[in-house]
């Protein structure tokens, strides 16, 4: 499944409390892997969560996991 010409969503069979990890590609394209296990919305928040990852740029910096992960599930800003 692709989200867009640039994210491709794949099931992977994590251990249970793995919800979803982001790869980038060489060619600029994503790859969001999301836990088979998880139910429909369980699936539907952590892409929505690796997504947050992309748009903040967190693959490509230097800072600690644990301040992305806070950004990443921070508010978002009403458009």
């Known amino acids: 499944m692709s989200v867009n010409s ?3 969503i794949r099931l992977a069979p994590f251990p249970a409390p ?4 982001v ?4 060619d600029g394209t994503y790859n969001v892997y999301v836990n088979e296990q998880l139910g429909d919305e ?3 928040l952590a892409v929505d969560h690796e997504i947050e990852h992309i748009k903040r740029g967190h693959l490509f910096r230097e800072t600690p996991v644990a301040l992305d992960e806070a950004e990443a599930n921070a508010e ?3 458009r």
């Open 42 to 44: 369980e699936r539907r």
């Open 6 to 8: 640039d994210i491709f």
């Open 23 to 26: 790869t980038a590609n060489d």
């Open 76 to 78: 978002k800003p009403s």
């Open 18 to 21: 793995v919800k979803a990890v």
